[in-house]
C-alpha cells in the first residue's frame, strides 16, 4: 500500500481533490440520471464535476506556483541565469500562488485555492452548495495560515463549520437534501476519536447512513425511487476524503435507478457523487430560468440582493465572501436577476439556462425529446468580454477565459453541448490550453459529436480561422482552411512584467512593459507605445498584408492610432483592423497575416 497522510496537509488537499474529481467523473453520468430534484434537468454530475475540477486546478497552479519560485530561488542563491536544464522562459508575468518561497505551499494556501476555485467554477445548485462546503472547510483549516497540518480534531470543526455554512447560504434549507447529508456527517465527525482517517470514516460513514434516508424526507425522490443526486455528490467527495488517507475507496453503494429508467431490476453503482440539491423549489411548473453569476460586491449589498432574489424565485443559493461571491437563482424573470445583480455590484460570467431548452446531454432526463442538431458549430476559448462578443456574432459559441482562470476541460465540453452540433471546430486560442481542449474533444467524441481541434494559440490566430469558416463545405476542407489561416497568422502581444525574470530578451524587472512574439519575450521597454510599435516592426518585418490589433481595457487609448499611423506610412497596401477585447489580461493582442 502507497504512503498515505496522517494528517491534513497542503500535499493531502491536492490529493484529495484529484481523487475527488476522479470519483465525481467516474459517476458522471449515473448521477445525472437520478437527479430529480428540485429539477429534473439531468445535470447534477456534471455540475459537481466541474466544480471540483476548478478546485482541483486552482490548487494545481498554487503547487505550480511554488515550484517556479523553487527554481528562481535556487537561480538566485547560485548567481546565475537561465536554469541550466530549461530551454523556456520563466514567465515574468507570474501564476496563481506564486508568491511563497520554495519550500511548497502551506495548508492555507492549499484549502483556500481549493475554495476559491470551487466558488469560481460552481456549476448549478449542486456546485454552488458544495463550493460553501469547500469554503467552510477552508475558512477554518486556513484560520492559522502559518500551520503546516491539521489533525483530527481540526477536521472535525472544519466538517462542522462546512455543514453550518451551506445551511446558511440557502434561502429556504430543505430536508432530505444535501444539506442533510453534510450535517450528518458533521454529526458523525464530532463523535470520532482519533487521526484524521477515523474523522474522515466516521464522516462517510453518517453521510452514506444519511443518504439512505433522503427518500423518507422528500416525497419527490421517494417517488423516482431515487436518493438525492446532491447528497450522492458528497458521500463520493467524502469517500475520496477516506481514501486520501487510509489509501483504500470505501465500497460501492448500490441505489436503485430512477423509475422512470427501471424496466427490470436495474440498479446503479455509485461510490460518488451527485447534485447538491436544496431549497424547496415546486416539483411541477416552477421557474423557467436558471440565473447563475460571479459578483463583485460588498456583504452590505449582498443581504439586500438575497431579499430581492428571494421575492423573485426559488433554489436561492447565495455562497462566497471578502468581495467575491456565487449567484445561483431559479427565477422566471432572467433579467431581473440579473439587474439585481448589477445593482448590488459588479456581476460577470453570467450563465442563463432555460429548463424547457434540454441540451445534448440534459435532454430526455425528464422526458422531453430532444431538439434538432445543427451540422457545425465553432467553439472558442476568448479572454476578454469584447472578444467573446466579436466571435458570437460570427456564429461561434464563446467560453470566456479570465486572466488567471483558464477554463477546465468539462466547461470545453459543456460549451460543445450548448452548441448542439453534429460537427464542432474547437479554437483553444492559447498554447496553455492544447492539452486541456484535447480532453475536452476526445470526452466530446464519446458523446457523437465529430470534433476537430485547431491548436490555435492565440485570439487574433482564432480570429483568422473564423473569417474562414465556411459551414457550407465539407468537414475536411473547413478545418484545412481554418487551420491555415491561423498558421499563417503570427501573434503578439504587449502585457506588463509582474515580478523580475530571465527572458530571452534578458532581465525584466517588475512594471517593465515585455513584448512577446510567438510566445517568447521580444522586447523588453519602459512604455506602452514605443513596445508596441517596436514588437509590430519586427512582426511586419518578415512581411504581412492584415495587422490585427486587440486592445485592452487597461491599454493607453493613443495606441491604436500611433500603430495604426506607423503602417500607413511605412508598410505600403498592409490593412489594418481594430478590436477592443475588455479585460483580457493582455494589454494588446497583434497579428499579422
Do not use: K
Amino acid at each position: 500500500m502507497p504512503q498515505v497522510p496522517q494528517t491534513l496537509d497542503a500535499l493531502a488537499v491536492r490529493t484529495w481533490c484529484g481523487l475527488a474529481l476522479e470519483a465525481l467523473g467516474r459517476a458522471r453520468e449515473e448521477i445525472d440520471a437520478i437527479n430529480v430534484y428540485p429539477v429534473a434537468d439531468g445535470d447534477t454530475g456534471t455540475n459537481l464535476y466541474l466544480t471540483v475540477e476548478s478546485a482541483a486546478a486552482a490548487v494545481e497552479a498554487v503547487f505550480a506556483g511554488h515550484e517556479t519560485m523553487a527554481v528562481a530561488d535556487a537561480r538566485d542563491l547560485h548567481g546565475t541565469g537561465a536554469p541550466a536544464d530549461t530551454g523556456t522562459d520563466t514567465d515574468a508575468r507570474g501564476g496563481p500562488g506564486a508568491v511563497r518561497a520554495a519550500d511548497g505551499p502551506s495548508l492555507a494556501d492549499a484549502v483556500r485555492a481549493m475554495a476559491h476555485g470551487a466558488l469560481i467554477g460552481a456549476r448549478g445548485n449542486s456546485g454552488t452548495i458544495l463550493a460553501q462546503l469547500l469554503r467552510g472547510m477552508a475558512q477554518v483549516l486556513a484560520a492559522d495560515g502559518d500551520t503546516t497540518h491539521t489533525d483530527g480534531p481540526g477536521l472535525r470543526l472544519a466538517l462542522r463549520h462546512a455543514a453550518d455554512s451551506a445551511r446558511l447560504a440557502v434561502a429556504h434549507p430543505v430536508e432530505g437534501t444535501v444539506l442533510t447529508v453534510a450535517a450528518a456527517a458533521a454529526d458523525a465527525a464530532d463523535g470520532a476519536e482519533g487521526d484524521c482517517a477515523a474523522v474522515a470514516r466516521a464522516a462517510h460513514e453518517g453521510a452514506r447512513v444519511a443518504l439512505a434516508a433522503t427518500p423518507g424526507q422528500l416525497a419527490v425522490l421517494r417517488r423516482a425511487g431515487v436518493v438525492d443526486a446532491g447528497g450522492r455528490g458528497l458521500v463520493a467527495v467524502l469517500a475520496a476524503l477516506v481514501e486520501t488517507f487510509t489509501g483504500e475507496s470505501p465500497g460501492l453503494l448500490a441505489v436503485p435507478a430512477p423509475a422512470r429508467a427501471r424496466e427490470g431490476t436495474t440498479t446503479v453503482q455509485a461510490s460518488p457523487p451527485a447534485d447538491a440539491c436544496t431549497d424547496d423549489g415546486p416539483e411541477d411548473g416552477g421557474p423557467a430560468f436558471e440565473v447563475i453569476y460571479l459578483l463583485e460586491a460588498e456583504d452590505a449589498a449582498v443581504e439586500r440582493l438575497r431579499r430581492r432574489l428571494d421575492g423573485l424565485g426559488d433554489s436561492l443559493v447565495v455562497v462566497g465572501g471578502d468581495g467575491l461571491w456565487n449567484v445561483h437563482v431559479h427565477v422566471d424573470d432572467a433579467g431581473a436577476a440579473v439587474e439585481a445583480g448589477v445593482e448590488a455590484g459588479r456581476p460577470y460570467r453570467i450563465r442563463i439556462t432555460h429548463f424547457g431548452l434540454g441540451d445534448v446531454h440534459t435532454a430526455g432526463a425528464a422526458g422531453r425529446p430532444p431538439r434538432e442538431r445543427a451540422q457545425r458549430a465553432v467553439v472558442a476559448v476568448v479572454p476578454g468580454e469584447g472578444l467573446a462578443r466579436l466571435y458570437t456574432e460570427a456564429g461561434a459559441t464563446a467560453v470566456l477565459a479570465r486572466p488567471g482562470e483558464p477554463p477546465a476541460s468539462g466547461e470545453l465540453v459543456e460549451a460543445v453541448r450548448r452548441a448542439h452540433a453534429r460537427e464542432v471546430v474547437l479554437l483553444p486560442n492559447d498554447a496553455e490550453l492544447r492539452h486541456t481542449a484535447a480532453a475536452a474533444a476526445e470526452q466530446a467524441r464519446t458523446e457523437g459529436v465529430r470534433v476537430a481541434l485547431i491548436p490555435t494559440r492565440s485570439a487574433v490566430q482564432g480570429i483568422a480561422a473564423l473569417a474562414v469558416h465556411e459551414p457550407d463545405r465539407r468537414f475536411d476542407e473547413d478545418v484545412v482552411a481554418m487551420t491555415s489561416a491561423a498558421g499563417a497568422t503570427r501573434h503578439a502581444e504587449v502585457v506588463v512584467a509582474e515580478r523580475q525574470s530571465w527572458t530571452m530578451a534578458g532581465i525584466c524587472q517588475a512594471g517593465d512593459v515585455l513584448g512577446l512574439i510567438d510566445g517568447d519575450v521580444a522586447v523588453i521597454g519602459s512604455d506602452v507605445t514605443a513596445t508596441a510599435e517596436s514588437v509590430l516592426d519586427r512582426m511586419l518585418a518578415a512581411g504581412g498584408e492584415m495587422v490585427t490589433l486587440v486592445l485592452g481595457d487597461e491599454a493607453p487609448e493613443s495606441v491604436v492610432p500611433h500603430l495604426e499611423a506607423r503602417v500607413r506610412e511605412s508598410y505600403l497596401a498592409v490593412d489594418t483592423v481594430v478590436y477592443r477585447g475588455g479585460r483580457q489580461g493582455a494589454l494588446l493582442l497583434i497579428g499579422v497575416e
